[in-house]
């Protein structure tokens, strides 16, 4: 099975603030890696797949990058809609597997 | 607009069975690969089980041990996860998910609202 790692856990930032999100794969996934954002009581929503196509909707603040066992999604601008947990995601061989999740949360 | 209603979730003792259904709406049903994808209380999002289109073929996660078995009823536009000697382990909010289409058909694009799930004696 692939692992998917996420770094960090936790993140503190303030609104307008940029972060990024990093998820390691423990083996090649190519470029089949999703982004979930989940707000708190609610199911995730698919926010970018194949490692950096935005979904129709997301807003450009959001980015992501990467290939093989690295990917990055960054966040320019923080918006207060914005504090939730993400989590990646690979589709390249089952089982597909979550990261554990990054929560971002207001300083 | 798509719907994905799941129910069937609720209080189940430890080795019981328990049904999992979803009522789909506003796409095509037999056009996508569907799956079922779980949460326990304060953790993560962890893959059960996915359907192809025409339900020949199946997929599950190693975690199960051959305890689940998912179905699809085309017909009916619904979804299904029998569920059986269920365990603690097995608590958890499951959502109906719907793959996107195209290969690889594992980019989930549309989420249910979840079935809860709790096993407790």
């Known amino acids: 099975d692939i692992q998917m790692t996420q770094s960090p856990s936790t993140l503190s930032a303030s609104v307008g603030d940029s972060v990024s999100i990093t998820c390691r794969a423990s083996q090649s996934v190519i470029l089949w890696l999703a982004w979930y954002q989940q707000k708190h009581g609610k199911a995730p929503t698919l926010l970018i797949s194949k490692t950096s196509i935005l979904e129709s909707g997301v807003p450009s603040r959001f980015s992501a990058s990467g290939s093989g066992t690295e990917f990055t999604l960054t966040i320019r601008s923080l918006q207060p809609e914005d504090f939730a947990t993400y989590y990646c995601q690979q589709y390249n061989s089952y089982p597909w597997t979550f990261g554990g999740g990054t929560k971002v949360e207001i300083k | 607009e798509v719907q994905l209603v799941e129910s069937g979730g609720g209080l189940v003792q430890p080795g019981e069975s328990l049904r999992l259904s979803c009522a789909a709406s506003g796409f095509g049903f037999s056009d996508y690969t569907m799956n079922w994808v779980r949460q326990a209380p304060g953790k993560g999002l962890e893959w059960v089980s996915s359907?192809?289109?025409?339900?020949?073929?199946?997929n599950y996660a190693d975690s199960l041990k051959g305890r689940f078995t998912i179905s699809r009823d085309n017909a009916k536009s619904s979804l299904y996860l029998q569920m059986s000697s269920v365990g603690a382990e097995d608590t958890a909010l499951y959502y109906c998910?719907?793959?996107?289409?195209?290969?690889?058909?594992?980019?989930?694009?549309?989420w249910g609202q979840g079935a809860p799930v709790t096993v407790s004696s």
């Open positions: 998910v719907k793959s996107s289409w195209g290969y690889p058909e594992g980019r989930f694009d549309s």
């Open positions: 359907i192809s289109k025409t339900g020949s073929s199946v």
